[in-house]
């Protein structure tokens, strides 16, 4: 195991009524702007109870964050925050949104003079941040209490990340019943995006690390387990609240650390979508089965642990190895997320491989993988395993 250190100061807030404690969490009197997307926590009752728990506080609302947070739309919320002198961002919503509420807590407290574009990809420093507090509607990316934001620019098609103690959001709220309201698209995704983030970083090498193991096999055996009673009615509050945590702790710290990660299927995924469009959580379903293909006899032996413990699968290690990616392609198709390109009307792998490859180099993205030995070029045959 290697060293590491670990912190994590989000607060959890976690059950059916615990939006009630945004109420402990924000002072009296701030000065609070509330980020959304759509309309559906109004729909869903999320808003009202919202409002309820922030009574005696300012509210300046900001809502249309998109699905892949964009940065034009941001900045217009950054000028939105600074001219009402908000004090604190409360971020309602999935992934997207809590994404969206980091940068804009960030940017609005950057000096006027520096591009905050310069926040994506970490390439200038930040030296404070407003306080954050969330309450995590659909669960998928474990962004609710880590210091990870993705952001998208579409007229340059980027996606990229940053990633800041700053950021950490100070609270969550996490009630299991916001997924009664859930579309089957939705859910799927966030079940494809959770068991990814567990995969990226367990199915590396061994390096001696039991528990960490443990934890992802856990995580990874669970969201098989609640996945068909959560798809079947998203109304099971037993299997929605386990589908919950599974992915909060699947980005909470502990399971990547002291071990090697991999990463190399958000890099190419995050590609995918800020060129062709394609839901995040479906173009990890297209690149992993893929790139576990391609990269099988580096990741035999991790594969073949995989297969046994989560699967429970026998045999040598090659042929454990091939069923445990056969039965991953095939939980993905039963979580509703379809794992070929021409699903989603690419159907010209090889342009694709060749645009993906472009964009990694174009992002400096040359040393991918837990050994930092996969290229652009070899993304690209990922990709082409995807057709």
Not at 374 to 382: E, H, M, R
């Amino acid at each position: 195991m290697n060293n590491f250190s670990v912190y994590n100061p989000t607060r959890i807030h976690f059950g059916h009524g615990q939006i009630a404690r945004l109420a402990d969490e924000i002072p009296a009197g701030a000065r609070v702007m509330l980020v959304s997307g759509g309309g559906s926590i109004r729909r869903n009752g999320v808003h009202a109870e919202v409002m309820a728990a922030l009574a005696g506080r300012e509210v300046i609302e900001f809502a249309g964050v998109e699905a892949n947070p964009e940065y034009e739309t941001l900045l217009v919320a950054v000028a939105e925050g600074r001219c009402n002198g908000v004090d604190w961002i409360l971020g309602v919503g999935g992934g997207s949104v809590l994404d969206a509420a980091k940068f804009i807590a960030a940017a609005i407290l950057l000096p006027t003079d520096i591009d905050p574009w310069l926040i994506v990809g970490n390439r200038t420093s930040l030296a404070a941040a407003l306080p954050i507090a969330c309450v995590l509607t659909l669960p998928a990316t474990g962004s609710e209490s880590n210091f990870t934001s993705v952001i998208t620019r579409r007229g340059t098609k980027d996606k990229i990340s940053f990633k800041n103690p700053l950021v950490f959001p100070r609270c969550c709220v996490m009630d299991p019943a916001v997924c009664r309201s859930l579309p089957p698209r939705q859910l799927g995704n966030g079940l494809v995006d959770a068991f990814v983030h567990t995969t990226e970083q367990y199915l590396t090498y061994a390096n001696d690390s039991r528990l960490q193991d443990r934890l992802a096999e856990g995580i990874l055996q669970t969201l098989i387990e609640v996945a068909p009673p959560l798809l079947a009615d998203p109304g099971d509050m037993a299997a929605a609240a386990n589908f919950m945590w599974a992915a909060n702790q699947a980005m909470f710290g502990l399971v990547g650390a002291g071990r090697p990660q991999d990463w190399t299927a958000h890099a190419i995924s995050h590609e995918l979508t800020a060129l062709f469009g394609i839901d995040h959580g479906q173009t990890l379903a297209l690149i992993l089965p893929s790139l576990l293909e391609y990269g099988l006899a580096a990741k035999r032996e991790r594969l073949a642990q995989y297969g046994r413990r989560v699967w429970g699968l026998s045999g040598e290690d090659e042929a454990v190895a091939r069923a445990a990616i056969n039965r991953t392609r095939d939980f993905f198709e039963a979580c509703g997320v379809a794992t070929r390109l021409a699903d989603y009307g690419v159907d010209d792998a090889d342009a694709a491989a060749r645009a993906v490859q472009a964009q990694l180099q174009r992002h400096g993205r040359l040393a991918l993988g837990e050994r930092q030995n996969l290229t652009p070029a070899d993304c690209a045959a990922i990709v082409r395993g995807a057709a």
